[in-house]
Every structure is written in structure tokens, then in C-alpha cells.
């Protein structure tokens, strides 16, 4: 069997990238996806821990979380959308309005 | 006591946001006031429910769902907090031309999400009760649909707010593999057993923190916080530069004060909120003086709240903590509602300039802001004097002198940038013309009980104080 700490060093890395990708990105939707890479990142440590232990709650708070997800992205794509008819942009350094 | 009661004030809020939902459907756009009413009609039932089982300690699934009289404080501040910005949202709605029903919905589950985060004690249930409250946030952010700043103003809170719930979610599963369980009380108790605390322990507290510590917008984390407050609509401004720090706090004062009592390591956590709260407290205020748009300025003002909050937060003073937010809770409110005040038809007076010579003109509407602007500067005899007083005596006890040092000389600055707006009212030749609307009787109403709140919170404490005294002693940590 593969060893837990597998899992968590791969789910640490994929937590990394995302936050890293987050801040190099300049395009909003790639910026956004890269926060489900951290929440997927999140999902696979809870499953690993969850079976190394051998408890249900891990398992149960993953599905919770995809849900959480899934709406944040209904909400997300929503505005991202309403920024674009607006401005016909989705390049993070054009949301400049407000400054100081 | 295990009792469907604890289950009453969140159902009435979900009914309430369900039924305005289907009504608006129904109402012709010039008449969505009315849903205001029902809002508010439902507000009084969940505060009803809330005053009724003060002291009773109900709780509900496995008592994931706790009503302590912490709980039930923060629940009852929360609720006043959203009656006022409903009332003034009903003006400025149609003023601004977002006369739109969903917003009274979306405030209803905003609260909602704030009331299962402050009476749950596990953190999964926090993070969820969290994530209602953003998910409503965003929407509200970017509800003036035509407005551009609107719209960025809810991208931008969009995008950082659901990377720091990223940060969160990522600091559960670490203390979830450290404990085995995201109950707070099973991870103090493991942290407990341990002789010191592994760095996998170190890094899911430190995560968490990060998450919370955006949502309260503490210095490194509040770049989203002054675009946030400039863009959305004022009303909703209000309402975030309370609600979330509110609950921000309480869900810190769970997870920190047992942990402070575990003994060894930390010191380490201590001492970063420590920085964290010192940075706060400098930063916002000196940012805050060279800000001209009010609303950017009051959001850094908020800023440098958080970061005398925080100052409780470590003395380990819930009673001061919980005194400060409600007195923090009027004249805020207040301070808002007086910025709503000077507006007209599609038109906002957000500039300094636009104050000029307010004082004379509107006398009534500068002289409520003229007080609300003193208490948040902390000027006796108001309660923002008592509450920055009970802050600090409290953190001199605990032997944070440095910290109270930084703090009151922060608070000195921050008199500057908020008598700078007394001397525009009150001083200055008005530039140009401002005309308001008056008939707003609702508006007028919120700046009556505010002014009447930071009065009586600065003159006379005594009442409050013995509710608060009450909600701290009965904090559970399940």
C-alpha cells in the first residue's frame, strides 16, 4: 500500500502550485481555477488522512467541500462573466478602477 | 439541552429569504420596499427566538449547533447590525436605481451563515457557515449591476475571498490528519497530550488563521478590503465592515483562548498576532490619512478596528472584545448612514470635497457624523471612548504595554483623518452645490438610534456590561 505521507506531500505540492499560479497568472478564469486546485489539493489530504485513520469524517467533509465548490464557481463565473460585458476584458491588471 | 429550538432562529431567516425570493417575482419593480418590511418583520422573529433562549444553552445535531450566550450575543448583535442596513438600503436602492428584491434575500442568508459560525464549535461547520455568508457577499458586492466599480469591487472579493477559504480548507485538513477530528475542543485536547506541536499542527493553525485573518482584513491581509468598501453599495459597505469582522472574532475567540492555555509553543502564534495586530493598527491608520473618498477612507478606518480588536484578542478580554463590537456596531452604522444621507437621484456625495460647508447647510446630518466620527476617533464622552478604554486597560493588565503604546499612538493619528471631515463640515466655503434628497424617514431613523447608542454605550454602560458579563461567563468550548 502506498504510504500516507505520499498523499500529503502530493496534495502540499498541488496547494503550493495553486497558491503560486495564483499570484504569476494575469488571467482571471486561470486564476480562478487555480483555487480549485488548492481545494482539490485540501480534498485529497482529508481523503488520505481519513483513510490512514480509518474514519468516515474525512470522507464526508470532501463531499462538502466539492459542494462549497461547485457553488463558488456558479457565483464566480457569474461575475467573472458580468466584469466581461462590461469592460470585454478578463486581464486582471485592467481591474484597475479604484486605487490607493 | 438537545432541543429543536436552537434550530428557530436560523429557519426563520431561511423562510424569510425563501419567501422574499418568491414574492419578488410577483411585486412590480417600484414597489420592492415592501420586501424590506417582511425582512425586517422576519429579523424581529429571529431576534425574538434568540432573546428567548438566552441563558437556556439549546443545541441541535450532536450539538454541532450550540446556542451558548456568546453565541447568542454575537447572534443578537448581528441581527440589530442587519435591521439598520436594511432600513438604509430602502431609500438608497431606488435612489441608485438597484431596486432589486434578491437583496433583502441575500442579506437574510448572509446572516444566516453568520449565525452558524458563531454558534457552531467545529470548524467544518464554521468553514460552511462561512462560505454562506461569502457566497451572499459576493452577490451583494456586485449587486449595482450597471456600475463598474460595483462589479470589480465583487470580483475582487470574489477571487481573494475564495482563495483565503483555499488557506482555510487546506489548514482543516492539516489539523483533521494532526487530530482526527475538526471538532475545536478534540484539537485542543489533542495539542494537549502532545509535548510539542508538530509542524503539521504549526501549519494547519497558521493556515486557518490566514483564512480568518482575511476575512477580518488584518494587515498583510486587507488588499482587498479598501476596493471592496469603495465599489459595493454603501448600505452593503456597512454591512461587511461589520458582519464578517464580527464573526471573524467570535470564531477566534473559540479557537484561541483554549489554545493560549496549552502551555508550551504558543508563544509562536502569539507572538506573529502579535505583529499582525501592531501592523494593523499603524498601517490602516496611516494609509487611511491620505485617502479623499470616504468610503476608502472609512475602510481603512475599519482596517485599524480590526487591529484594536485584535489588541482584545491577545489580552484575552472577551467582555472588552464584545463591548467594542457593539459600540463599533452604532457608530459605524451611523457613520455610513450619514454618507447614504447626502446623496440624490443616481448620485453619491463620496468626495471630501462634497462635505464642505455640509455643517451649516444640513445642520442636523452634520452633526449626528460629527459625533459618530468622534466615537470612532475616541473621543469621550461617546462610547467609542469607553470601548478603546476598556480595550487597553484590559491589555495593560495582561502586561502588553508596547502594544497598548503603539495602539494609542495609532489612535492618535487616526484623529487627524477623522477631524479632518469635521473641519471640511464645518470650516470650509462649499466648491460646488450639493443637494440631497430628505424624504428618507427610514435613514433618518437609523441615525437617531445610532446617535442614541454611542451616547448611552459612552455615558451609560452599565446594562450592556451586565449582558456581557453573562454571555462570557457561559462561552462552552465543546
Redesign the interface.
Known amino acids: 500500500m502506498v504510504p500516507t505521507s505520499y498523499f ?1 506531500i502530493l ?1 502540499a505540492i498541488l ?1 503550493v502550485l ?2 503560486f499560479a ?1 499570484f504569476v497568472k494575469r488571467d ?1 478564469i486561470t ?2 481555477l487555480c ?1 480549485e486546485v ?2 482539490s ?3 485529497l ?2 481523503i ?2 481519513a483513510k490512514s ?1 480509518s ?1 468516515l ?2 470522507q464526508i ?1 470532501v463531499i ?2 466539492i459542494t ?1 465548490a461547485a ?2 464557481a456558479a ?2 463565473l457569474a ?2 462573466l ?2 466581461y460585458r ?2 470585454k476584458t478578463i486581464k486582471s491588471e485592467d ?1 484597475n ?2 486605487k ?1 | 439541552m438537545n432541543s429543536l429550538n436552537a434550530m428557530f432562529p436560523l429557519l426563520t431567516l431561511i423562510v424569510g429569504a425563501l419567501l422574499v425570493l418568491i414574492l419578488e417575482v410577483s411585486i412590480k419593480r417600484e414597489n420592492k420596499t415592501y420586501l424590506a418590511f417582511i425582512s425586517i418583520i422576519f429579523l424581529m422573529i429571529c431576534g425574538f427566538f434568540c432573546v428567548q433562549s438566552w441563558g437556556k444553552d439549546f443545541s441541535y445535531f450532536n450539538n454541532h449547533l450550540y446556542l451558548d450566550n456568546f453565541a447568542l450575543f454575537f447572534s443578537i448583535v448581528l441581527i440589530i447590525t442587519t435591521i439598520l442596513v436594511t432600513l438604509i438600503s430602502m431609500k438608497y436602492l431606488s435612489l441608485q436605481n438597484t431596486n432589486v428584491g434578491e437583496y433583502y434575500a441575500l442579506l437574510l442568508l448572509a446572516l444566516s451563515g453568520m449565525l452558524i459560525m458563531v454558534s457552531s464549535s467545529d470548524l ?1 461547520v464554521i ?2 457557515g462561512l ?1 454562506v455568508l461569502s ?1 451572499s457577499s ?2 451583494l458586492a ?1 449587486l449595482k ?1 450597471d456600475d ?2 460595483s ?6 472579493y ?2 481573494l475571498g ?2 483565503a ?3 482555510l ?2 489548514g ?3 489539523l ?2 494532526v487530530s ?3 471538532s475545536i475542543a478534540v484539537i485542543i485536547d489533542h495539542f494537549k497530550t502532545e509535548s510539542s506541536l508538530s509542524f503539521m499542527a504549526f501549519a494547519g493553525l497558521g493556515l486557518v488563521i490566514v483564512g480568518f485573518g482575511f476575512k477580518i482584513a488584518v494587515v498583510p491581509f486587507h488588499m482587498w478590503t ?2 471592496v468598501y ?2 459595493a453599495p454603501t448600505p452593503i459597505t456597512a454591512f461587511f465592515s461589520i458582519g464578517p469582522k464580527a464573526v471573524g472574532f467570535a470564531v477566534l475567540v473559540r479557537l484561541l483562548y483554549p489554545f493560549w492555555h496549552v502551555a508550551y509553543d504558543s508563544e509562536v502564534i502569539f507572538s506573529l498576532l502579535w505583529i499582525i495586530s501592531a501592523l494593523t493598527m499603524i498601517i490602516g491608520n496611516l494609509i487611511a490619512l ?2 479623499t ?1 470616504i468610503k ?1 477612507m472609512l475602510a481603512y478606518s475599519s482596517i485599524a478596528h480590526a487591529g484594536y480588536l485584535m489588541v482584545a484578542i491577545l489580552s484575552q478580554d472577551t467582555s472588552s472584545l464584545m463591548f467594542y463590537f457593539v459600540v463599533y456596531l452604532f457608530m459605524n452604522i451611523g457613520a455610513f448612514a450619514a454618507v447614504i444621507a447626502l446623496g440624490k437621484k443616481d448620485k453619491e456625495y463620496l468626495e471630501l470635497d462634497d462635505y464642505a460647508g455640509i455643517g451649516f447647510k444640513y445642520p442636523w446630518i452634520g452633526a449626528t457624523f460629527a459625533v459618530f466620527l468622534f466615537s470612532l476617533a475616541g473621543f469621550p464622552p461617546t462610547g467609542g471612548f469607553l470601548a478603546k478604554f476598556y480595550v487597553f486597560s484590559a491589555a495593560v493588565r495582561e502586561g502588553l504595554v508596547s502594544l497598548v503604546i503603539i495602539g494609542v499612538l495609532a489612535s492618535l493619528v487616526s484623529v487627524y483623518y477623522y477631524l479632518r471631515i469635521i473641519v471640511y463640515m464645518y470650516m470650509r466655503e462649499p466648491t460646488h452645490e450639493v443637494d440631497i434628497n430628505l424624504e428618507n424617514p427610514a435613514l433618518f431613523l437609523v441615525l437617531f438610534l445610532c446617535l442614541y447608542g454611542v451616547l448611552q454605550l459612552g455615558i451609560f454602560p452599565g446594562n450592556i456590561l451586565l449582558i456581557i458579563k453573562q454571555a462570557v461567563s457561559s462561552i462552552a468550548f465543546l
Open positions: 500529503i496534495s496547494f495553486g497558491a495564483f482571471l486564476q480562478f483555487i488548492m481545494l489539493a485540501a480534498n489530504a482529508f488520505a488522512f485513520a474514519s469524517d474525512g467533509i462538502f467541500i462549497v457553488a463558488e457565483v464566480g461575475i467573472i458580468l466584469v462590461q469592460k481591474m478602477l479604484m490607493g | 467544518i468553514f460552511l462560505e457566497m459576493y452577490t456586485g449591476r463598474q466599480k462589479s470589480e469591487a465583487a470580483l475582487k470574489f477571487l475564495s482563495f477559504s483555499a488557506f480548507v487546506y482543516l485538513a492539516l483533521y490528519g482526527n477530528s475538526t479598501p476596493d469603495q465599489g491620505r485617502q473618498n476608502r
